[in-house]
């Protein structure tokens, strides 16, 4: 609760800030609030309480994802140093927007109420709305912005249709009055509505997190979107929507009959999300446009330790989805960044934009490769134990088929995520901009070290974040 | 604990070589690699040849997955920890020569796979196990990668491919043999993936059947046994010479040490199943390697399918099932990693003095360079398996099991050695003997720090000959212990 407040004043504050003119306070300003704000919250681990008449809930769940979304966001910041090199007009309101939809997503890992996860999805988008569109003169950015817009609103919609529904079935808005609600139906003619407002709520969530069939928007609008923007979208968002999705089912659904309809449901759109992501990612030839589609397979990564469901909000499918989720932020965060260096410097998005960058910034080069080789799941790094975890946890509940799919979707990825690697140690540059360093300021050099970093340490030392749910 | 050092100390070298620069980076890895040998002679002179699992340590790694970081060495590992240890120095030597770009980072990455080496063939857990196979991988993709031929990013992408398609299979293997396992040592998860779980499993047949194909994969593309061998000859022949030396010399054993430890007694009734299976196979991957190594004209090709004709007569004695072709494999690997470490720095040898690799374009170096000529000789002969040489040992116990399984495959396989004189004297005739041509006729002798590179090589080439029970009773004990897991269901 204390990072819901902080951050909202502080993003207050930093709006203030921005009316100084000066842009060269803004960044470590907000970077320090961060730092503030992941204290403060690990202030609340071991603890559970709740507020506003139990809307909402901070245990040891909310914490640790407070920690992914808030921790990503602080690495993610310096990677904005050019918008304050450029003297960018409204840099004050984008920081201040990321910090209100940082409130947004944590009030999403910490709903307890459905009106609470509606409120904390719409404050999370809202600034990703206007985020997305922050590049005013850039047709792509326009486009993002109002692709992203439209579609948010309509799974909106639907998902505020599905939670209608609920409401209307069981008469409450808590999980766990909804829970007791479907266990014990009151009314058996509402069952059915009761059921397709489960499934409305479903698709709404499986838009926001672009699992297939419902990613189809994902592609253009992270191409389209500044790409610090996108980086943001595709960690902070993904990774509060699957606790936000976990809970929702742990909590609300977990009944065995509500297990049938969507446990084969979600099965399925697993299955096609890891088929769309990996098969959609093969054939790209911009490496932005890859990391978009790789997002989409990792929402299918992820959607696997939701089928491996136990009904409860630790064991192996919660802290599945905390480790994959973690390991996943930092490894996106840390390839996005190269990419919003290289692509600033070379403007140009495509793999061979990454020609010979071993060569002229060996730093960005191999972090990058360990990125890649952790969103590969190549052991040595976070992502394979993400990985590792997650498909446990899915052999464990039986789920050998869909793991054995997985693992050789995995296989896939691996032809396009060697594909940078490939770019940057095995080819020359073939022009001049290629030719020529990409310049990378010393905190950008550390920032992108302490990922690497991080995504090794996931990667060696698993132990020290395995099962702490 | 001196496990734990002989794995941490090649990575924190690599780490530290990041501080010196140039021709000091060389010195350092150098003598980072010495010191590793030394550690390795150590454990090798304190190591009781009579009980297993010395100088162990295990340490939960993932505690509440019941993973453990638990290394440690029997008699076979210790054998590959000491061909690891002895070989990297001679392979970081050899990369002197070619003064590589970038050079630091070259030796760094050696380093680097030789924890990961290490870490392989003392690792106790099945997914420690895994990892370690991966930490191997990942440094070699790069050596080759990056400093290789012409064609390095198709050739080393099929390679990382291959690899790691068939060791998640083997992953996969393991993660369900875990699931079958009881609840870890201290009681805090419900399963555990340490080596003595999974040799006390008892599954049934039907399902070993399967599932030695899934652990199987990831060896058999290692070795590589026929017909998962095709990443192998392009790999061999684009990589650098050092990394060819590193894939062939050691990398190669992984998967033969990976057979006899984790996959004869971990699912013994699926090898019952399907050996006759592989000996076939690898009885065709004999033949058929020394048939294509014959028609090759490129001297490297040419070593690289003689390895896989080679690897094929291990792979046959480790699937003999009996102690007499394990022992065999287990001092065959040693030879092998000798004498192709060998071969290979002679070929890079020829090919940075003249320029080519080609068979035709050589010839007439004996009176140029008679040292070279020598050292090339021995090597090769000890290759052929000639008498008195490591070579003669290896086969000639391997054969022995092969036979002792099967009379028609052992004659069969037999045929590997009289192919082998084939086709390396011919090509030993018409590189070294006949008329100098353009490439030749400046041809300079090996220098005194390239002999000194051979001159450990040549010794070893007629120490395992002569006297191959220093090295077989370090193995026997191990090599025991497996035949009984396998025997006993």
Same mark, same amino acid.
């Given at each position: 609760m204390n990072s819901i407040i902080l951050l909202s004043v502080l993003g207050l504050g930093n709006l203030f800030l921005g009316f100084r003119r000066s842009n060269r306070l803004l960044l470590p300003a907000a970077m320090l609030m961060l730092v503030v704000v992941l204290g403060v919250n690990f202030l609340d681990w071991g603890t559970s309480q709740s507020f506003f008449n139990d809307m909402l809930v901070i245990d040891n769940f909310s914490v640790a994802f407070t920690a992914i979304v808030v921790l990503t966001a602080l690495l993610l910041l310096p990677f904005s140093q050019k918008y304050v090199q450029d003297g960018e007009a409204n840099l004050a309101e984008y920081y201040s927007l990321l910090l209100f939809s940082l409130v947004g997503a944590i009030m999403i890992v910490a709903y307890n109420h459905l009106l609470m996860l509606f409120l904390g999805i719409e404050t999370l988008s809202i600034a990703m709305y206007v985020l997305a569109g922050s590049e005013k003169r850039s047709l792509r950015s326009n486009e993002a912005a109002l692709k992203y817009f439209l579609m948010g609103s309509f799974t909106t919609g639907i998902l505020l249709f599905g939670m209608a529904l609920v409401y209307g079935a069981t008469g409450t808005f808590v999980l766990r009055d909804i829970s007791f609600a479907v266990q #014990?139906?009151? #009314?058996?003619?509402?069952i059915p509505m009761l059921y397709i407002g489960m499934l409305l709520m479903l698709i709404g969530m499986g838009f926001k997190v672009s699992a297939a069939p419902f990613h189809f928007w994902t592609p253009d609008v992270y191409e389209g979107t500044p790409t610090f923007f996108t980086a943001f979208m595709s960690t902070v968002v993904k990774a509060a929507g699957f606790a936000a999705f976990l809970k929702l089912l742990v909590q609300a659904f977990p009944a065995a009959s509500a297990q049938g309809l969507w446990l084969p449901t979600l099965t399925a759109m697993c299955a096609l999300t890891l088929l769309v992501g990996n098969v959609g990612a093969v054939t790209q030839t911009s490496a932005k446009r890859m990391l978009a589609y790789s997002s989409v397979s990792h929402a299918g990564y992820l959607l696997i330790g939701l089928v491996a469901f136990n009904g409860q909000l630790e064991g192996a499918s919660a802290n599945g989805i905390f480790f994959y989720s973690l390991a996943y932020s930092i490894a996106t965060v840390a390839a996005f960044g190269v990419l919003k260096l290289v692509s600033d410097a070379r403007s140009r998005e495509d793999y061979n934009g990454l020609n010979g960058l071993a060569k002229t910034n060996p730093l960005l080069a191999f972090v990058l490769t360990v990125a890649m080789l952790s969103l590969a799941g190549?052991?040595?790094?976070g992502g394979f134990f993400g990985k590792f975890f997650v498909f446990s946890a899915a052999v464990e509940k039986g789920y050998i088929g869909l793991v054995i799919f997985a693992v050789v979707m995995s296989m896939v990825s691996i032809y396009y995520y060697l594909r940078p690697i490939i770019a940057m140690y095995m080819r020359d540059a073939d022009d001049e901009a290629t030719a020529t360093a990409v310049p990378v300021s010393g905190f950008q050099s550390g920032a992108l070290l302490v990922l690497a970093l991080l995504t090794v340490v996931l990667g060696v030392l698993p132990g020290l974040l395995a099962g702490i749910l | 604990m001196l496990t734990v050092l002989l794995l941490l100390w090649p990575v924190a070298a690599a780490l530290l070589l990041h501080f010196f620069k140039g021709g000091a980076a060389r010195v350092a890895a150098f003598g980072a690699a010495l010191v590793e040998l030394v550690l390795a002679a150590y454990a090798a002179f304190a190591f009781n040849p009579n009980n297993a699992g010395q100088f162990s340590l295990n340490l939960p790694w993932i505690s509440s997955a019941g993973i453990s970081f638990h290394v440690g060495m029997d008699g076979l590992s210790l054998l590959l920890v000491l061909l690891t240890a002895f070989l990297v120095p001679i392979i970081l030597l050899a990369a002197f020569?070619?003064?590589?770009?970038n050079e630091g980072v070259f030796y760094a990455l050696v380093l680097f796979m030789e924890t990961g080496l290490i870490g392989v063939f003392t690792a106790q857990d099945a997914f420690l196990f895994y990892f370690m196979w991966e930490v191997a991988l990942i440094p070699i993709y790069f050596l080759a990668g990056v400093?290789?031929?012409?064609?390095r990013a198709k050739v080393t992408f099929k390679f990382f491919l291959y690899t790691i398609v068939g060791s998640l299979f083997m992953l996969a293997g393991f993660v369900y043999l875990y699931f079958q396992t009881g609840a870890s040592a201290d009681g805090l998860a419900a399963h555990n993936s340490s080596l003595a779980a999974f040799y006390n499993l008892n599954l049934p047949a039907e399902t070993q059947m399967w599932l030695f194909w899934l652990i199987f994969a990831a060896f058999a593309v290692k070795m590589p046994i026929f017909p998962f061998h095709t990443w192998q000859p392009d790999t061999y022949t684009e990589a650098p010479a050092p990394a060819t030396m590193l894939l062939s010399g050691i990398m190669l054993k992984m998967g033969i040490y990976g057979c006899m430890r984790w996959l004869l007694p971990v699912v013994p009734l699926g090898v019952d199943r399907w050996q006759n299976l592989v000996l076939i196979l690898a009885v065709i991957g004999i033949i058929y390697g020394a048939i294509i190594a014959i028609r090759q004209q490129d001297v490297k090709r040419l070593i690289a399918y003689s390895s896989l004709s080679h690897v094929g007569l291990m792979i046959a004695g480790v699937f003999s099932l009996t102690q007499i072709g394990l022992q065999g494999a287990s001092i065959q690997m040693l030879a092998h990693g000798v004498n192709v470490v060998g071969m290979f720095f002679i070929a890079d040898a020829i090919e940075r003095r003249t320029g080519t690799r080609t068979i035709a374009d050589l010839g007439g170096l004996t009176r140029q360079a008679p040292v070279l000529t020598v050292c090339f000789l021995v090597l090769l002969l000890g290759t052929v398996a000639l008498?008195?040489?490591?070579g003669f040992v290896g086969e000639f116990l391997l054969l022995e099991g092969v036979f002792e399984y099967n009379a028609w495959m052992g004659a069969v396989a037999g045929v590997t050695i009289i192919l082998g004189a084939v086709y390396l004297l011919r090509m030993f005739q018409r590189v070294m003997l006949g008329p100098d041509s353009s490439f030749t006729a400046t041809f300079t002798d090996l220098t005194g720090a390239e002999l000194a590179l051979l001159v450990p090589l040549l010794v070893l080439v007629f120490w395992i000959g002569l006297f191959p029970n220093t090295f077989l009773q370090l193995s026997e004990g191990s090599v025991l212990n497996i035949l009984s897991e396998v025997v006993k269901r």
């Open positions: #014990n139906p009151v #009314n058996a003619s509402l190549i052991p040595l790094t | 020569r070619r003064n590589f770009e400093w290789g031929g012409v064609n008498p008195l040489t490591n």
